[in-house]
């Protein structure tokens, strides 16, 4: 795919987040955007290693400022297509207020953010949409607060375009991101994901496999995608 | 001739050298920049301002923007500039075209915004992650700042490298008269509406201090070129009294009396200069709002024996009193 620069990503195998990189680049390949003219700007974490991955204009920024920096660059070239790829932590954890502004001024940038409800290049820490009761390694005894909902947060701002998505769902997931893409203000995706590493649930089952095919099959439930 | 403020003259002198951008967050006694930006920006449709969240925010903003080929540039002080060093590093590593005014106002955290002091001229070199080196100049006139906001746009364009305008808050509210024409540098940027990063940025400590040694390398040249520096008084006392900023403006009184060394480059520091400065005198006194911070720089040329400082601590310039402050030094 030309889309991107052909390096082996240092994701764990069988980490949702190759199969993000591929249907990323197949979408932007089905919209023919061009290469000079888009900007990959993403965050630290895992889903921050995204932006080293793709052959078109690349920032990988500090953490949660993605957004900010992408304004920015938006700014200086109106014209240009901007996508922000970043996970749950980066986006809405420290990088809250700049995504909340950035709703309020409606910046005509996408957003892509993948919530694997863990932070899991540091390993495993309690992210602001870990589940409550989930044990983490900084909440041994189960997290004590409710998630952050990035969905509530949003809708309040009634210009952007907000969408949720749930990994493995191709067909839906192509068709929020091109929705997303195609939009003419701020539009963030959400993308259910998942950590089959650093999610102490599903380390800890029996069989891992079965628990990650169990949430995705709730999820797909509760986001009604059929 | 004009009659412009501190504030004025940054915009004024930017625009000069074709800014295009300003992200900032209101902050005293920085905000007149950014309300003079805005005011600029509403007349004009090739300028853009936003008004940023914070100062991480502002300082990312036009870390972008210069990335994607636009001359940007942010104000902030104390506080603010704490909060935008994160992004300084970035832009280091991006080799980012970024201007950053530095208007420095009283104390730690709230202290005094309204008054002058000079607390920030090792956090403008030291204050950043990882090991990171910016041109910063220190002007002492309305006219100066006008001609050092041109420098530093052309420095940051020049090295690819974030830039620092450090001021206070005297010097940005106060006004002066002076000829504009008389105080220009080099030409307009151009935008380029390429990224300008040719790849991941610096990665290594390798390409770190290749940078670094680079940007040493040429602001040598561009002190032996330009001469940022004051030198005021009579050169045969054995006193030289070393002062930036607002307080060698009070200084320059005496320079009847004592010799008065004024770097208007304050990094990297202009060794050979104090040096060639220094060499007959018999006591050097450091003048300035903070508890030795200069001075630190100034020993770490001629060694801690040779230098002293004074500290200035009240809110208003009483020149008498820092004349007998500093005469008690002397004796």
């Known amino acids: 795919m030309s889309y991107l620069v052909g390096r082996k990503p240092i994701w764990c195998p069988g980490c949702p987040l190759h199969w993000g990189l591929y249907t990323l680049a197949e979408v932007f390949g089905r919209l023919g955007l061009k290469k000079e003219n888009l900007w990959v700007i993403s965050g630290i974490g895992c889903t921050g290693r995204m932006a080293n991955y793709f052959a078109c204009n690349t920032l990988h920024t500090t953490h949660g400022r993605a957004i900010p920096v992408a304004e920015g660059v938006k700014i200086a070239q109106p014209e240009a297509k901007v996508v922000v790829i970043s996970g749950d932590g980066d986006l809405l954890s420290i990088g809250l207020g700049h995504l909340l502004h950035a709703a309020r001024r409606n910046s005509p940038l996408t957003v892509i953010c993948f919530n694997n409800q863990v932070y899991a290049m540091t390993g495993g820490q309690t992210s602001p949409t870990t589940p409550k009761g989930r044990k983490t390694k900084t909440e041994p005894l189960g997290v004590r607060f409710p998630p952050l909902k990035p969905k509530k947060l949003l809708e309040g701002f009634r210009d952007i375009l907000f969408a949720q998505t749930l990994v493995f769902q191709t067909q839906h997931f192509v068709t929020q991101v091109q929705k997303a893409l195609t939009f003419p203000g701020f539009s963030f995706v959400e993308v259910i994901s998942f950590c089959r590493v650093n999610n102490l649930d599903f380390r800890k089952a029996k069989d891992p496999n079965l628990a990650i095919a169990h949430f995705l099959k709730e999820q797909k439930v509760k986001l009604k995608i059929s | ?331």
């Open chain 2, 1 to 331: 001739m004009v009659f412009w403020s501190g504030s004025q003259a940054v915009v004024e002198g930017a625009l000069k050298k074709g800014a295009r951008f300003f992200a900032g967050y209101p902050i005293t006694p920085a905000t007149p920049i950014m309300e003079k930006w805005a005011q600029k920006a509403a007349g004009d449709q090739r300028l853009k301002f936003l008004q940023a969240e914070d100062e991480i925010a502002a300082l990312h903003l036009v870390t972008g923007a210069a990335v994607a080929g636009l001359p940007s540039f942010t104000a902030t002080s104390g506080p603010g500039f704490s909060l935008m060093v994160e992004g300084l590093s970035l832009g280091f590593v991006w080799e980012a075209p970024v201007v950053l005014i530095q208007v420095q106002r009283s104390g730690p955290s709230t202290g005094l915004p309204t008054r002058a002091a000079q607390g920030e001229i090792l956090q403008t070199r030291f204050g950043p992650h990882g090991d990171v080196l910016f041109p910063v100049f220190y002007p002492t006139s309305v006219e100066e700042i006008y001609f050092y906001t041109q420098v530093c746009f052309h420095l940051a364009w020049r090295f690819k490298t974030p830039t620092i305008l450090l001021l206070d808050a005297y010097l940005s509210l106060m006004k002066e008269t002076f000829e504009p024409s008389r105080f220009k540098f080099g030409g307009k940027i151009k935008v380029n509406n390429k990224t300008l990063i040719k790849k991941t940025g610096l990665i290594n400590r390798v390409e770190v201090g290749r940078k670094i040694e680079k940007i040493k390398k040429g602001m040598e040249e561009f002190a032996a070129k330009t001469n940022p520096w004051h030198l005021w008084g009579d050169p045969k006392t054995s006193v030289l009294l070393v002062a930036t900023g607002f307080l060698a403006r009070a200084l320059c009184c005496f320079a009847n009396e004592w010799s008065v060394f004024v770097p208007l480059q304050i990094w990297p520091p202009l060794e050979k200069e104090i040096k060639k400065v220094a060499k007959t005198k018999e006591k050097i006194l450091v003048v300035e709002a903070n508890e030795g911070q200069l001075g630190l720089v100034i020993a770490s040329i001629l060694g801690p024996q040779r230098v002293e400082v004074v500290s200035w601590r009240e809110e208003v310039v009483d020149l008498e009193k820092l004349k007998s402050l500093i005469v008690k030094r002397l004796k």
